[in-house]
């Protein structure tokens, strides 16, 4: 085993007499049959001797060994543990052993399931890229993806020979069609950015396996709380943990989750690759991840009542958001999901220039590209997020001029509106 495929050695357990089984327990903390909500509190931990309750930070960038020979059995993998943190940290180690029990769906059966973290999401797509792919290799990605995951496919990865058919994410029939010999992966979001578009997962799957794929889900925008892929057959879940997963806009991190044995490829790329997650940053995250479930669910409840409220403004043109029954996509995602997030995008009439004046208009929304975030953000994608496509390729993922990204927060709904209403006077 190589030094990479490591986790962390459970310390024997420290219950001493009279105490309550569990209290003061040493080492991994885990529990295979907790609840998404509990393993997000409770799972992966490494408690130390000296006993902490909340997870430790370890910044440290190297380990030490005892001796020459145990340095060298840790490097050749003889001998678990930790090394160098760009692949070996205690704190970013809690963090991926936490977010792979929360997307591990109860009683899976699918096998092993490992994560590893990285410094970003577009670092996680990249690896996953890196790592699993060669030049000649084939990707068929939906085309409504974050603008910069189209960048990284067509500009970067086509230098080195590996290529990108775009499809819509729900033209099943383009899905399959699309799909070569030598396609090696079939990329996606759902829903989409910014639309709110959501992809059979059951569908993609049977494609997935007719095509000998490996089947690659962006699950930023649900988050395991919302959604479990591997449920569904996916191979591996991209995250940013940047949004919801932190939720508090403090820090850019990502993860890969899926399959052991290609995580564990993965992992061996990012020893030498080096986009590695700071345990300072995982520590954020794992904080994050402790309260997920109570942010996932006020986000659907504030940006379910606010899209509805959106439908019946005058100056809406159109407003997109899965929860809504008259949106296309609505059935899947009930089927597919138990929320529906927190994004919800609309359109007002007379493109751009309005858009940035609704936009301006507004006093306290903060416009900013990020979302997951307890503050609500607002963003014009035509001209941020997709601006680096082309005109057509913006047009094919029906990014329209006047179309504005709503990422709800947690203050109050009725403040929302009123900023929102402050936008309207501008327009
Ligand atoms: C769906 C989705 N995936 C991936 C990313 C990239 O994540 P990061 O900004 O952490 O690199 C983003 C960023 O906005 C995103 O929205």
Same mark, same amino acid.
């Given at each position: 085993m190589s030094e990479d495929n490591q986790k962390p050695e459970a310390q024997p357990s420290a219950v001493a007499r009279g105490q309550r089984e569990g209290h003061g327990r040493l080492g991994r903390i885990h529990q295979a049959d907790w609840s998404t909500e509990t393993q997000a509190i409770r799972s992966g931990q490494y408690r130390t001797e000296e006993q902490e309750h909340s997870e430790a930070i370890f910044p440290t960038s190297s380990f030490v060994f005892n001796s020459a020979a145990e340095a060298a059995a840790k490097f050749a993998g003889d001998v678990p543990g930790n090394i160098y943190s760009r692949f070996t940290n205690p704190t970013v180690r809690m963090f991926e052993e936490r #977010?792979?029990?929360?997307?591990?769906? $109860? @009683?899976?059966? @699918? @096998?092993? !399931?490992?994560? !590893? @973290?990285?410094?970003?999401?577009m670092a996680a797509i990249l690896a996953t890229c890196m790592a699993l792919l060669k030049q000649g290799d084939h990707i068929v990605s939906s085309r409504q993806v974050f603008g910069t995951t189209n960048v990284v496919f067509d500009k970067y990865l086509a230098k080195f020979g590996v290529t990108t058919t775009w499809v819509d994410l729900t033209d099943y029939e383009a899905w399959s069609a699309a799909i070569r010999p030598e396609t090696k992966l079939l990329f996606l979001?759902?829903?989409?950015?910014? #639309?709110?578009?959501?992809?059979?997962?059951?569908?993609?799957?049977? !494609?997935?396996? $007719?095509?000998?794929?490996? #089947?690659?889900v962006d699950n930023c925008f649900c988050t395991p709380v919302l959604q479990q892929p591997l449920a569904f057959g996916a191979d591996l879940i991209i995250h940013s943990a940047t949004k919801y997963l932190d939720g508090q806009g403090r820090g850019i991190g990502g993860a890969v989750v899926g399959r052991e044995d290609l995580v564990n490829e993965i992992k061996v790329f990012m020893r030498s690759g080096g986009f590695s997650m700071s345990p300072f940053n995982a520590w954020i995250f794992l904080k994050g991840l402790e309260t997920l479930s109570i942010r996932m669910k006020a986000h659907c409840e504030q940006t379910a009542e606010l899209a509805r409220w959106l439908t019946e403004q005058s100056w809406v043109e159109k407003v997109y958001y899965c929860g809504l029954p008259t949106h296309p996509s609505h059935d899947i995602a009930l089927r597919q999901q138990s929320g529906f997030g927190g994004v919800v995008s609309f359109t007002v009439a007379g493109g751009r220039d309005a858009a940035w004046r609704f936009i301006d208009g507004t006093r306290w929304i903060s416009i900013t590209a990020n979302l997951g975030d307890v503050k609500t953000t607002m963003t014009h994608p035509g001209s941020t997020t997709h601006g680096r496509l082309s005109p057509e390729a913006r047009a094919q993922a029906g990014i329209e001029d006047g179309l504005i990204r709503l990422c709800i927060g947690l203050e109050s709904a009725e403040d929302i509106r009123k900023d929102l209403l402050s936008g309207s006077k501008a327009l």
């Open positions: #977010l792979a029990a929360m997307e591990t769906p $109860a @009683g899976y059966a @699918g @096998g092993e !399931i490992s994560c !590893i @973290g990285t410094s970003s999401g979001e759902t829903p989409s950015n910014p #639309l709110n578009e959501v992809a059979d997962l059951d569908r993609l799957k049977a !494609i997935a396996v $007719a095509g000998d794929c490996l #089947l690659v």
